[in-house]
């Protein structure tokens, strides 16, 4: 980043009140993309999809780098925290627009007085934001009857990398080519910034219906919730606790009553929660879970194919060493420690070099490369 | 292409997939110079020839297809994937000649794992050889086009098709779940069927119709065969009580196979109620909607308008259709149950008559087009789909934009929470073939640009082919058509692969 800025200030772009902080660097308000090398990392706060196309402009003449996340040595972190208007959700149409900058707490309680959910939510996610939830590992998805994967995005709003705005069409399905939405969903940033998105909510559920079945150990809760997620409707959520020796599951919509029959038996209570290994993985990780010793599980999005899922661990200490056995075995990390889209899960061939073509492709001037 | 170069081409070819699998005759070359685009039929009764390949290869390996691929690229050889040709938007017709490379020797069904719900299917094999295998497992996909005979995997999955059923079990981008494919480059790809942290490029491939790559098998996800179904016939008040109960039936959390409303006009051609006296459509329309079209629809449809009017006195009733499968006739009668609450707050019960015809004839209706152009007419289908918002707007727009050119009728199928699709069906009348092509023009221009104003996406499963491309730059505005560039510079960087479709 040697290139002379040739027109002006993060602060030109966005307004001096958005530029929050020059860490060991200019004072706020003076930051330079030509002074970011010198070890500066600057934080700027965009109050709209306006802002952040300007100020992706000027990166690219001053050869800057954006990304949306803690700051970092070289780059401009974007806090998108003022991106955070929710619209009132659609009763009719189940959506909800909500800028990405939104939490997803606050958009489930706006979901809430109308009557609808975003679904079951890690714990983690709660306090995630819209941007970081779509444009993350998990790419925004929950289950939905009868037991398939969908992202909550209906449709997107971003800026690209030439700072113009991407948005497409909000209709249910479409063949008009490729979806183009996946380069947004799970790209992390790399071909844009999410500035807003519509999102699917489910009606909240009419019949609820909870079980919990005795199981002797971690391996027979994953069969139980295995066969409960191939039965086709899988319970909305899941949660085992090797104290307890129980598996609990929760049931909603049509015939939750006869499905939490089928599952087992009796009603259940709540209990305090703890250290958190948040992953995603097939069922075939799951199966092979119980090297990493959790105490509990809780599980969302189960599917065919397999299932987000937080596993508590008794000790914090452990998280580490767990999420590298975690990864040994097949899951996703999502959290602690960040997540990399990993080409060994999935992708063989030309998938990972064609990806990386493409990404050079959609910002030559690696406004957003890491 | 001069006799000595198609000499070569054929040798080289030979040499790649073997002498039995490679055509140049004039015959095959006419054959795959169309798709079924309802305008190549014209040309076709006319015996006009308008695109033709220079050769037709079968491959029957990926790495067949692969230097095919290397050998069109060297060569600056335009490629068509071609499935079964079943593409209604001249999706798989040769543009620019070239190499079309015909799939379907590639057309086994690889495994069958219904224990973790999947099977690993090559993309030549066509839809109803693959359900009859599965059934050997009794597993289904659950997709079934109309067009299930004369469809491949590889070409539902090109164009992001979808089945009857897909209120339950989804499109064809639902249920896949990986595929292998070779790029504009011939380099193979393989994704999936393990789900990937981060971008699904499952979800660019899919929708690509031919433009980034060959596909050559795909891994589904597949279901236990239904054993026990409950169903029934409606007949809604009007369309919009129609539409309502579709989205209540979503909204109760109900996904039942099948859920389809028939606008009165086509629910007389689905004829699945039977009349009462009042409910019997006018004479010329009865005619028009004969079974098998009479040789006189075009006479009588010689003033669309007129005949539209004649329509609007048809009582606004629509049947509506629904069926839970399952493996238990009792929960399937229980969800079964549960909607009916729903529908009869908007229609009357039918009983089960109208379900059980509409299973008989599922896949018949879309047949009888060639029918339709020997008795001087035109018809074409057109696919959209909207949110719950905006359906009936564009349900009205595309009605009134075509009222002169063409009877027009239209279902509704395929829901979501959000919103379902509509199918539009356009009968026009054909004097001449000229006056007929002119009316199809301005008909189809006139009901596209209406769907998409009133918020219609501007297709729901047919896909964009060569007819729709010119209007995808209102679908996915510039910045989305710079990224579909930038994606298939990615994925073919010599524009070899299908030229002239999605991107005109
Ligand atoms: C001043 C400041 C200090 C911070 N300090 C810390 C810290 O100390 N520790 C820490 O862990 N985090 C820190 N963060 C980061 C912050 O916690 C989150 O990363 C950020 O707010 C987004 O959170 P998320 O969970 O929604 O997305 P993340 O989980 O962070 O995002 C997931 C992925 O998506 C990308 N992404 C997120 N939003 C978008 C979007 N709108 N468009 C495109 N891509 C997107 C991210 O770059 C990332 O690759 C800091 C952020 C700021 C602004
Ligand atoms: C009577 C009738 C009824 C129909 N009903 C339905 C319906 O109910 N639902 C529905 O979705 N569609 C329907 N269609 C449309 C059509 O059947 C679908 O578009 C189908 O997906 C096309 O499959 P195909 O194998 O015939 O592909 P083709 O027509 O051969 O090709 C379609 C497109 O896909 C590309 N393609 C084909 N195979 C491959 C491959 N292996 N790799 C890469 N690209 C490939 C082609 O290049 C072309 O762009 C109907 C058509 C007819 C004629």
């Given at each position: 980043?040697?290139?002379?800025?040739?027109?002006?200030?993060?602060?030109?772009?966005?307004?001096?009140?958005?530029?929050?902080?020059?860490l060991?660097?200019?004072p706020?308000?003076?930051?330079?993309?030509a002074e970011?090398?010198?070890?500066?990392?600057?934080?700027?706060?965009?109050?709209?999809?306006?802002?952040?196309?300007?100020?992706?402009?000027?990166?690219?003449?001053?050869r800057?780098?954006v990304?949306?996340?803690?700051?970092?040595?070289?780059?401009?972190?974007?806090?998108?925290?003022?991106?955070?208007?929710?619209e009132?959700?659609d009763?009719?149409t189940?959506l909800?627009?909500?800028?990405?900058?939104?939490?997803l707490?606050?958009?489930?309680a706006?979901?809430?007085?109308?009557g609808?959910t975003?679904?079951?939510?890690?714990?983690?996610?709660?306090?995630?934001?819209?941007?970081?939830?779509l444009?993350?590992?998990?790419?925004?998805?929950?289950?939905?009857?009868?037991?398939?994967?969908?992202?909550a995005?209906?449709?997107?709003e971003?800026?690209?990398?030439?700072?113009?705005?991407?948005?497409?069409?909000?209709?249910?399905?479409?063949?008009?080519?490729p979806?183009?939405?996946?380069?947004?969903?799970?790209?992390?940033?790399?071909?844009?910034?999410?500035?807003r998105a519509?999102?699917?909510?489910?009606?909240?559920?009419?019949?609820e219906?909870?079980a919990?079945?005795?199981?002797?150990?971690?391996k027979e809760?994953?069969?139980?919730?295995?066969?409960a997620?191939?039965?086709?409707?899988?319970?909305?959520?899941?949660?085992w606790d090797?104290v307890?020796?129980?598996?609990?599951?929760?049931?909603?919509?049509?015939?939750?009553?006869?499905?939490?029959r089928?599952?087992?038996?009796?009603?259940i209570?709540?209990?305090?929660?703890?250290?958190?290994?948040?992953?995603?993985?097939?069922?075939?990780?799951?199966h092979?879970?119980?090297?990493?010793?959790p105490?509990?599980?809780e599980?969302?999005?189960?599917h065919a194919?397999?299932?987000f899922?937080?596993?508590?661990?008794v000790?914090?200490?452990?998280?580490e060493?767990?999420?590298?056995?975690?990864?040994a075995?097949?899951?996703a990390v999502v959290?602690?420690?960040?997540?990399?889209?990993?080409?060994?899960?999935?992708?063989?061939?030309?998938?990972?070099?064609?990806?990386r073509?493409?990404?050079?492709?959609?910002?030559?001037?690696?406004?957003?490369?890491? | 292409?001069?006799p000595a170069?198609?000499?070569?081409?054929?040798?080289?070819?030979?040499?790649?997939?073997?002498?039995?699998?490679v055509?140049?005759s004039?015959p095959?070359?006419?054959?795959y110079?169309?798709?079924?685009?309802?305008?190549?039929?014209?040309?076709?009764?006319r015996?006009?020839?308008?695109?033709?390949?220079?050769?037709?290869v079968?491959p029957?390996?990926?790495?067949?297809?692969?230097?095919?691929?290397r050998?069109?690229?060297a060569?600056?050889?335009?490629?068509?994937?071609?499935?079964?040709?079943?593409s209604?938007?001249?999706?798989?017709?040769?543009?620019r000649?070239?190499i079309?490379?015909?799939l379907?020797r590639?057309g086994?069904?690889?495994?069958?794992?219904?224990?973790?719900?999947r099977?690993v299917?090559?993309?030549?094999?066509?839809?109803?050889?693959?359900?009859?295998?599965l059934?050997?497992?009794?597993?289904?996909l659950?997709?079934?086009p109309?067009?299930?005979?004369?469809?491949?995997?590889?070409?539902?999955?090109a164009?992001?098709?979808a089945?009857?059923?897909?209120?339950?079990y989804?499109?064809?981008?639902?249920m896949?779940l990986?595929?292998?494919?070779?790029?504009?480059?011939?380099?193979?790809?393989?994704?999936?069927p393990?789900?990937s942290?981060g971008?699904?490029l499952l979800?660019?491939?899919?929708?690509?119709?031919?433009t980034l790559?060959?596909?050559?098998d795909?891994?589904?996800?597949?279901?236990?065969?239904?054993?026990?179904?409950?169903?029934r016939?409606?007949?809604?008040?009007?369309?919009a009580?129609?539409?309502e109960?579709?989205r209540?039936?979503?909204?109760a959390?109900?996904?039942?196979?099948?859920?389809?409303?028939?606008?009165?006009?086509?629910?007389?051609?689905?004829?699945s109620?039977r009349?009462?006296?009042?409910?019997?459509?006018?004479r010329?329309v009865?005619?028009?909607?004969?079974?098998?079209?009479?040789?006189?629809?075009?006479?009588?449809?010689?003033?669309?308008a007129l005949?539209?009017?004649a329509?609007?006195?048809?009582?606004?009733?629509?049947?509506?259709v629904?069926s839970?499968?399952?493996d238990?006739?009792?929960?399937?009668?229980?969800?079964?149950?549960?909607?009916?609450d729903?529908?009869r707050e908007?229609?009357?019960?039918?009983?089960?008559?109208?379900?059980?015809?509409?299973?008989?004839?599922?896949?018949?209706q879309?047949?009888?087009q060639s029918?339709?152009?020997?008795?001087?007419?035109?018809?074409?289908?057109?696919?959209?789909?909207?949110?719950?918002?905006?359906?009936?707007?564009?349900?009205?727009?595309?009605?009134?934009?075509?009222?002169?050119?063409a009877?027009v009728?239209?279902?509704?199928?395929?829901a979501?929470?959000?919103?379902?699709?509509?199918?539009?069906?356009?009968?026009?009348?054909?004097p001449?073939?000229?006056?007929?092509?002119?009316d199809?023009?301005?008909?189809?221009?006139a009901?596209?640009?209406?769907?998409?104003?009133?918020?219609?996406?501007l297709?729901?499963?047919?896909?964009?082919?060569?007819?729709?491309?010119?209007?995808?730059?209102?679908?996915l505005?510039?910045?989305?058509m710079?990224?579909?560039?930038?994606?298939?510079?990615?994925f073919?960087?010599d524009?070899?692969?299908n030229?002239?479709?999605?991107?005109?």
């Amino acid at each position: 980043m040697t290139a002379a800025l040739d027109s002006g200030p993060a602060w030109q772009a966005t307004g001096p009140d958005a530029v929050l902080t020059a860490l060991a660097g200019a004072p706020v308000g003076q930051v330079r993309f030509a002074e970011l090398p010198e070890g500066t990392a600057a934080v700027v706060k965009p109050a709209s999809a306006d802002d952040l196309q300007r100020l992706v402009s000027l990166a690219q003449r001053a050869r800057g780098r954006v990304l949306v996340g803690p700051p970092r040595l070289g780059f401009v972190a974007l806090d998108l925290s003022e991106l955070d208007q929710i619209e009132r959700p659609d009763e009719k149409t189940c959506l909800v627009q909500a800028g990405s900058g939104a939490l997803l707490e606050a958009v489930e309680a706006r979901a809430i007085q109308a009557g609808l959910t975003l679904g079951p939510l890690l714990p983690g996610y709660r306090a995630k934001r819209v941007g970081g939830w779509l444009a993350g590992p998990t790419r925004g998805e929950r289950t939905i009857p009868p037991g398939r994967l969908e992202t909550a995005a209906i449709a997107l709003e971003a800026v690209l990398w030439d700072a113009s705005l991407y948005r497409s069409k909000q209709t249910p399905r479409s063949a008009t080519g490729p979806d183009l939405d996946h380069l947004l969903l799970g790209g992390e940033g790399r071909f844009g910034i999410v500035t807003r998105a519509t999102l699917r909510l489910f009606p909240r559920a009419l019949v609820e219906a909870a079980a919990a079945r005795s199981v002797a150990s971690l391996k027979e809760a994953i069969e139980a919730c295995h066969e409960a997620a191939k039965a086709g409707l899988p319970p909305a959520e899941a949660r085992w606790d090797r104290v307890r020796g129980t598996v609990e599951a929760r049931f909603t919509g049509m015939g939750a009553a006869a499905r939490a029959r089928r599952f087992g038996g009796q009603e259940i209570g709540g209990r305090k929660v703890r250290a958190h290994l948040e992953v995603a993985g097939s069922w075939r990780a799951w199966h092979a879970a119980s090297p990493l010793r959790p105490e509990a599980f809780e599980l969302v999005a189960l599917h065919a194919d397999g299932a987000f899922g937080a596993l508590e661990l008794v000790d914090p200490a452990e998280a580490e060493r767990a999420s590298e056995h975690a990864r040994a075995i097949g899951f996703a990390v999502v959290s602690p420690g960040r997540l990399r889209p990993d080409p060994a899960v999935g992708w063989t061939g030309a998938a990972l070099p064609l990806y990386r073509e493409l990404a050079r492709l959609a910002d030559p001037s690696g406004v957003f490369a890491r | 292409m001069r006799p000595a170069e198609l000499e070569s081409l054929r040798r080289d070819l030979e040499r790649i997939s073997g002498i039995r699998n490679v055509a140049l005759s004039a015959p095959t070359r006419a054959l795959y110079g169309r798709d079924l685009y309802p305008k190549a039929q014209v040309w076709q009764r006319r015996g006009e020839v308008r695109y033709a390949p220079d050769v037709v290869v079968w491959p029957g390996t990926v790495d067949e297809v692969q230097r095919i691929v290397r050998y069109a690229r060297a060569r600056h050889l335009p490629l068509t994937p071609f499935g079964a040709g079943s593409s209604v938007v001249a999706g798989a017709m040769p543009l620019r000649a070239g190499i079309t490379v015909d799939l379907k020797r590639m057309g086994r069904l690889l495994s069958v794992d219904l224990a973790s719900r999947r099977a690993v299917v090559q993309a030549g094999m066509v839809g109803q050889r693959l359900e009859d295998e599965l059934m050997r497992s009794y597993a289904t996909l659950g997709h079934f086009p109309s067009s299930i005979y004369c469809s491949t995997v590889g070409g539902w999955v090109a164009a992001r098709s979808a089945g009857q059923l897909s209120s339950h079990y989804g499109k064809i981008e639902d249920m896949l779940l990986g595929l292998t494919a070779v790029t504009g480059t011939g380099d193979e790809l393989r994704v999936g069927p393990e789900r990937s942290p981060g971008p699904d490029l499952l979800q660019l491939l899919c929708g690509s119709e031919g433009t980034l790559a060959v596909i050559t098998d795909a891994t589904l996800s597949i279901h236990p065969l239904p054993t026990a179904r409950a169903m029934r016939g409606f007949r809604m008040r009007s369309v919009a009580a129609g539409v309502e109960a579709l989205r209540l039936v979503f909204r109760a959390g109900l996904r039942p196979q099948v859920l389809r409303l028939y606008d009165p006009l086509d629910s007389l051609s689905a004829g699945s109620e039977r009349q009462g006296r009042e409910e019997r459509p006018p004479r010329l329309v009865a005619q028009a909607l004969g079974r098998a079209a009479s040789k006189s629809l075009g006479y009588a449809l010689f003033s669309p308008a007129l005949v539209n009017r004649a329509l609007d006195l048809v009582p606004p009733r629509s049947l509506l259709v629904v069926s839970f499968e399952g493996d238990s006739r009792a929960t399937c009668e229980e969800e079964l149950h549960a909607a009916m609450d729903i529908l009869r707050e908007g229609g009357t019960d039918l009983g089960e008559g109208p379900a059980r015809r509409w299973y008989l004839r599922r896949h018949s209706q879309s047949y009888k087009q060639s029918a339709v152009f020997a008795a001087r007419a035109w018809v074409d289908t057109m696919e959209v789909a909207a949110t719950w918002d905006r359906v009936l707007s564009v349900f009205e727009a595309v009605r009134r934009a075509v009222y002169r050119e063409a009877m027009v009728l239209c279902h509704f199928s395929h829901a979501y929470l959000e919103g379902c699709s509509l199918y539009f069906t356009f009968i026009g009348p054909a004097p001449t073939v000229q006056k007929g092509e002119e009316d199809y023009d301005r008909a189809w221009r006139a009901g596209m640009q209406a769907a998409q104003e009133a918020g219609a996406t501007l297709s729901h499963h047919h896909g964009v082919g060569a007819t729709k491309a010119r209007r995808l730059p209102d679908e996915l505005g510039d910045a989305g058509m710079r990224l579909l560039r930038l994606v298939k510079r990615t994925f073919d960087p010599d524009g070899i692969l299908n030229p002239g479709k999605l991107l005109a």
